[in-house]
């Protein structure tokens, strides 16, 4: 009697089941004809239903893609040893670390652990999610007082370590350990505001990378490491699979701003040169751990490129056109970008940039060359060196023809120096003698500036608005800063509670401006005595003659809580050129004061008869040619950006020029250096480049436009930009500059900052320098 009635209950659910499906079906058709009725309902051209469709195809192209990559990357961890078995003897690019190379370990027995442990690191995660994290972001804004996690899953994929390798042999007094991290696991968290019934989520992440674990110093006691220190080396591989609302993020416009954004939320915390130091006993100096005295300056020369592949191309590619060459070079987050070379498919280059090294052995130069292209530049290659700098700094000069990968052909010309410093100021001298040695927008540098911005107190308090006219909703957290809160284990709670209550203590953050160069610290929320423990690094001149000038500003930066400056030539008469005390504000209260520790280093210059004399002969001749070209650049103006008014106002923008003639290569170099002080187009700031125009010119042949640089009033381009034109030809044409902010479509943001127009006949092309 049983079975007859479960028979006949689920001949009775057969047709319910099957009326569900139909409606289904008939919804998601509905759904697909919605648009298309909208758009006739209205009115509105066919081009607006073809765009959704496009947009929807590239949507769902690349996230299947996305979901392709992961379920590739899942099946390789989980069956390591039949994926390297198979591919061996194929291609090594997809092997793990240890078959790669041979120094590093396979730690199966950490990943066992790091395996069970997994589902108790789910337990922790939740908690703190649920439990921590969701009341803090309700009380932070009206709109979000529904704001819940539903779902906290990280899956049954745990992170995996690839290998390791261990460095002893640099530092008896430190552990050096380099961890391969490998994660693709179906970690799935979604959230919901249930007010607005908006759902999001996570479902999937990808992590690649090498995260670097220092443990120092080594002491004689329990528990026998003083701190530990990590950070990864150069930035992560981070591919995210987003679910819900933020399905739109995977829309191929929008998914790398959204990754990117992610990426440097983690960037600035935990790529170098930014630590994050966990020390293990007490009484340990950790700002020595968390911002040690870089190891040395790199010196590249791009010097040029030969053989590279023709992307230009014409009649569908029928006649094969050349490329427009130009190179980008990477040192960690340091990233250098090369002026263009029009119409050649061997240019030259001859630049100079300077890196600083934080890390040796570790840290890598990375080169990219890429076609300059009016809507997309097109890749002609990448050289990866995986030889670290460490061996630059055993040679003192290496120069070699390196082979450009992922290219049908091509190499790349460099010569790298390796720059020592030191804790005296006797080598001064001679590195003030020395001339530019190739096309470079600034003078090498005769010595770099390390400062550690430890904390302040007794700040102002600011007079801010009653309480009551305070609203929750005018306040929101960005992403970076929420993400440096969790990192660095403070209260986000306590952060918003305090602005929520109408707190009249300041959100101190510091501006540190050496010359031209201006960076900032992070922001530390509601409080007159912050501690902020961040490292900054200037390369400097001439020391005798630049000072360090700091303000201390609430988070707006309207509001100025305290001034400082520090001639860099006080330095020069201390103790092994630092300073590690406690500095008094000017303008600001009785009791008011800052902690620093500054430290200058002077570059030493290594003899050129370190360098092997097998290359004695090539090298003598470049630095004849860079010398030789040192002598016919550039030229000087003193330029304003305005909107009206006077030119030369102080109260206005301003942008850095330089506009030159080279006699040997007659043609017309125009270099960008940076803006500053230019008015913000939103509350957020500006995200300012620069276009120009060399009139007359008919076909606009002559426009160019700089890079963008998101979020600054104060931004670096130091982009050069050449002509082919005769001295007669460059001495008829006017220079039409404009500073623009890069606005989306659609945007109220105002795009124009300001303008300039300058007759080329009224300057002398031949001599001069780069001047505001």
Not at 229 to 248: C, S
Not at 340 to 367: A, K, S, T
Not at 503 to 531: A, C, F, H, I, W
Request: proline residues 5%; contains cysteine.
């Amino acid at each position: 009697m049983a079975v007859g009635e479960d028979a006949g209950s689920a001949s009775a659910e057969t047709p319910g089941r099957h009326a569900v499906s139909v409606l289904l079906a008939f919804g998601k058709c509905l759904g697909a004809l919605l648009p298309v009725y909208l758009a006739g309902y209205f009115g509105l051209s066919l081009c607006f239903v073809v765009l959704g469709l496009v947009v929807y195809l590239g949507w769902r192209q690349h996230r299947d893609g996305k979901q392709a990559r992961l379920n590739t990357a899942m099946y390789v961890l989980e069956n390591e040893r039949d994926f390297t078995t198979t591919r061996l003897f194929r291609s090594r690019r997809d092997l793990p670390a240890w078959v790669n190379f041979p120094d590093v370990e396979k730690v199966e027995w950490l990943n066992k652990i790091l395996q069970q442990a997994w589902p108790f690191v789910g337990q922790y995660l939740e908690k703190l999610l649920v439990e921590t994290i969701a009341p803090t972001i309700r009380t932070s804004s009206a709109h979000l007082q529904t704001f819940s996690f539903t779902k906290v899953d990280l899956g049954d994929k745990a992170v995996k370590v690839v290998g390791v390798k261990a460095h002893t042999e640099h530092d008896k007094r430190q552990v050096l350990l380099d961890l391969y991290i490998s994660y693709a696991g179906n970690v799935e968290i979604n959230v919901e505001i249930k007010k607005y019934f908006c759902k999001a989520g996570v479902k999937g992440i990808q992590l690649h990378g090498k995260l670097r674990v220092i443990l120092e110093p080594l002491i004689g006691d329990v528990p026998l490491v003083g701190a530990v220190t990590m950070f990864f080396i150069r930035r992560p591989k981070l591919d995210i699979n987003w679910t819900g609302l933020t399905n739109l993020l995977d829309i191929p416009c929008l998914n790398a701003m959204s990754d990117t954004m992610v990426m440097d939320a983690i960037a600035s915390f935990l790529v170098l040169p930014n630590r994050l130091t966990v020390p293990l006993v007490a009484d340990l100096h950790v700002a020595q751990l968390r911002s040690p005295l870089p190891r040395g300056i790199v010196r590249i020369h791009l010097v040029e490129a030969e053989n590279l592949a023709a992307k230009d191309t014409f009649i569908k590619g029928v006649i094969a056109g050349k490329s427009d060459p130009y190179a980008v070079l990477r040192v960690g987050t340091q990233t250098f970008t090369s002026h263009h070379v029009d119409n050649n498919l061997n240019p030259q280059w001859r630049e100079m940039y300077e890196v600083i090294v934080h890390e040796v052995p570790g840290q890598e130069l990375e080169v990219e060359v890429f076609d300059k292209d009016p809507d997309q530049d097109d890749f002609l290659g990448r050289y990866y060196c995986s030889l670290d700098l460490g061996l630059v700094k055993e040679s003192r000069v290496l120069e070699e023809w390196f082979t450009l990968k992922d290219a049908p052909s091509g190499k790349v010309h460099l010569r790298l120096e390796w720059l020592s410093l030191l804790p005296s100021a006797e080598r001064l001298n001679e590195n003030q003698n020395l001339t530019v040695s190739s096309k470079t927008p600034d003078p090498p540098s005769a010595a770099i500036l390390t400062v550690y911005l430890d904390q302040a107190q007794d700040l102002p308090i600011v007079e801010e608005p009653a309480a009551e006219s305070f609203h929750s909703t005018d306040f929101a957290l960005p992403l970076h800063v929420i993400c440096g809160i969790l990192i660095r284990g403070c209260s986000v709670g306590s952060v918003l509670m305090q602005m929520k209550k109408g707190n009249k203590d300041p959100s101190p953050m510091v501006q540190l401006s050496v010359q031209d160069t201006t960076k900032e610290s992070r922001t530390v929320y509601g409080t007159n005595n912050p501690v902020w423990e961040d490292a900054f690094t200037f390369f400097i001149q001439d020391p005798r003659k630049q000072d360090l000038d700091i303000q201390v500003k609430d988070d707006d930066r309207s509001l100025t809580l305290g001034t400082l400056s520090i001639p860099l030539s006080r330095l020069l008469s201390s103790t092994e050129l630092s300073m590690d005390q406690w500095f008094q504000l000017d303008n600001s209260g009785p009791a008011s004061r800052i902690y620093m520790n500054a430290v200058l280093r002077v570059r030493l210059v290594h003899p050129i008869k370190d360098v092997p004399a097998a290359k004695m002969n090539l090298i003598s001749v470049y630095d004849l040619c860079q010398f030789t070209d040192t002598f016919v650049r550039a030229c000087c103006a003193c330029f304003c950006v305005c909107r009206g008014g006077v030119a030369g106002d102080s109260g206005r923008g301003q942008v850095k020029v330089t506009i030159a003639y080279s006699a040997e290569e007659n043609r017309l170099v125009i270099i960008i250096h940076a803006c500053r002080n230019l008015p913000p187009c939103s509350k957020d700031g500006s995200d300012p480049y620069v276009s120009f125009l060399l009139q007359p010119d008919k076909n606009r042949s002559t426009k160019r436009k700089t890079s963008i640089k998101k979020r600054d009033l104060n931004p670096e381009f130091n982009e050069r930009f050449d002509f082919d034109l005769s001295l007669e030809e460059a001495t008829q044409r006017r220079l039409d500059l404009s500073v623009k902010n890069s606005v989306s479509f659609m945007s109220r943001e105002r795009e124009l900052i300001g303008k300039l127009h300058l007759d080329l006949n009224q300057l002398d092309l031949k001599a001069g320098i780069p001047q505001w």
